[in-house]
């Protein structure tokens, strides 16, 4: 079944619905500054905060957080990441299954200026083992349920934390 009308491209009448959801509120094409593409993804996500500090940022099941609540959180890791490894690039692997914690240490790793490999449980050790040792990581991130596996990934050079157990007293403003 072509999805070709006249010439012109129709979309699934399901992804034609999502679609419809995926545009600016006014309906109109919005162009993208330059300063705005040539900024760091941090910067960016730090100017969407100031302009919807309450609207939903992210929501998996009953967890969500709005974007105040996300920017906090991330900047909570980032500091105990500067504060673990200091300034500079370095890779950070994030051990996490999909959701909400693998998206705050994303913006946590971005915003200490470290590179991060993000990385399954559901991939196999050896497979683990071997990235970790390719991408020289120098910091594993995990939480409760995937910290049992620091054991068997043997990550002798790099430190590991739990995103759930991290000291509450750390800063949360912008870094």
Do not use: W
């Not at 690039?89 to 994030?94: F, H, I, M, R, T």
């Not at 594993?140 to 995937?146: A, Q």
Request: contains cysteine.
């Amino acid at each position: 079944m072509s999805n070709l009308t006249a010439g012109v491209f129709q979309f699934a009448p399901e992804h034609q619905a999502v679609r419809d959801k995926c545009h600016h509120p006014s309906k109109t094409f919005v162009e993208f500054l330059r300063a705005d593409v040539e900024t760091s993804i941090p910067a960016r996500f730090e100017k969407i905060v100031r302009m919807f500090p309450d609207r939903l940022a992210v929501k998996m099941g009953v967890r969500e957080f709005n974007y105040t609540q996300l920017n906090m959180a991330a900047n909570r890791i980032a500091r105990a990441i500067l504060k673990a490894r200091g300034p500079g690039n370095e890779s950070v692997a994030l051990l996490f299954e999909h959701g909400i914690d693998g998206i705050v240490a994303i913006l946590g790793v971005l915003k200490a200026g470290k590179s991060y490999v993000y990385l399954s449980p559901s991939i196999p050790v050896e497979r683990c083992r071997f990235i970790l040792r390719d991408a020289d990581v120098v910091m594993l991130i995990v939480n409760h349920r995937t910290a049992p596996l620091i054991g068997e990934l043997q990550v002798d050079n790099a430190a590991a934390f739990n995103i759930e157990t991290l000291d509450r007293e750390l800063a949360t403003d912008n870094l």
